[in-house]
């Protein structure tokens, strides 16, 4: 008796960063967005550095998280103008990402940042995932998506044009939102930072922007604002070297003395002396 086997037909495997769209074709919608995400992410790396020593996070900007399947597939994903993902790699065997995938990767993004243009009703919409009974899907809100499917830890909107910033912390379920300290600042517990505004200029435009302090209310500084902090410090440094060289002449210490003791040639010495 011969037993016939029926075939199992496998459904195809859910696609991965590669496979989906890297945009939905829409554009940055003002000029403000692209150095505001610079910005902070240029500020908070060292912190992410002593976090991560394995190097092993990723910070998206303006980059498609996606959360379910649908057709076309960038129906189904968000794309927060910057947040940061903890324990994932920066890249994906060897390939830059082209999104962030959460059926692909389960770990959800710590803080998610909106810049509105307008006045954040599209950031705060909380209209639920729903199906009609003619099988109409209606699309969910940004809102709901990060804080029902996707579980951002920390959603913050700043609307661009009002200064209003307002951040939402995720407990028990649902968004709350928080308030600031006592220095304005939303602290961003896990990382040891918070969250604020400063006005300042950046990259040519002086306006109000988000940037990170830490959690004893210090700046977190940028490449350029570092450099200069540490150029002034040898500058001070120097400075009190060359002061140090009337009070070691004072002591009794020959020019070549003071010389050696303060790693300066016999010509600095002198210069300080007649000087």
């Given at each position: ?7 199992v037909v ?22 403000q ?135 939402y ?29 400063w ?7 002086n ?69």
């Amino acid at each position: 008796m011969t037993q016939s086997i029926d075939r199992v037909v496998l459904p195809p495997p859910f696609p991965d960063h590669t496979q989906l769209p890297e945009s939905d074709g829409s554009f940055v919608k003002n000029f403000q967005e692209h150095p505001q995400s610079i910005l902070l992410t240029d500020s908070i790396g060292p912190v992410l550095q002593q976090i991560h020593p394995d190097g092993h996070y990723a910070i998206g900007q303006d980059c498609g998280i996606y959360w379910r399947e649908t057709d076309p597939p960038e129906k189904g994903a968000e794309a927060p103008d910057w947040f940061y993902v903890p324990n994932v790699p920066p890249r994906l065997h060897g390939e830059i990402r082209r999104s962030y995938v959460i059926w692909r990767e389960y770990i959800a993004p710590l803080i998610a940042l909106e810049f509105a243009s307008g006045n954040g009703e599209e950031e705060r919409d909380k209209t639920p995932l729903s199906r009609s009974e003619e099988g109409k899907v209606t699309k969910p809100g940004k809102f709901w998506v990060y804080e029902q499917i996707i579980r951002i830890a920390y959603y913050g909107i700043y609307e661009i044009k009002t200064g209003n910033l307002e951040v939402y912390e995720f407990l028990k379920g649902f968004y709350h939102k928080m308030k600031p300290n006592e220095r304005g600042h939303y602290p961003i517990e896990p990382l040891g930072i918070e969250l604020g505004l400063w006005q300042g200029t950046y990259q040519n435009q002086n306006q109000l922007w988000l940037r990170w302090w830490d959690n004893q209310g210090n700046l977190l500084l940028i490449g350029n604002e570092r450099a200069e902090v540490e150029h002034a410090r040898a500058q001070k440094a120097e400075q009190a070297i060359f002061e140090a060289v009337p009070r070691f002449l004072k002591m009794g210490l020959t020019v070549e003395q003071v010389a050696e003791a303060l790693s300066l040639s016999v010509e600095q010495v002198r210069e300080q002396v007649e000087g």
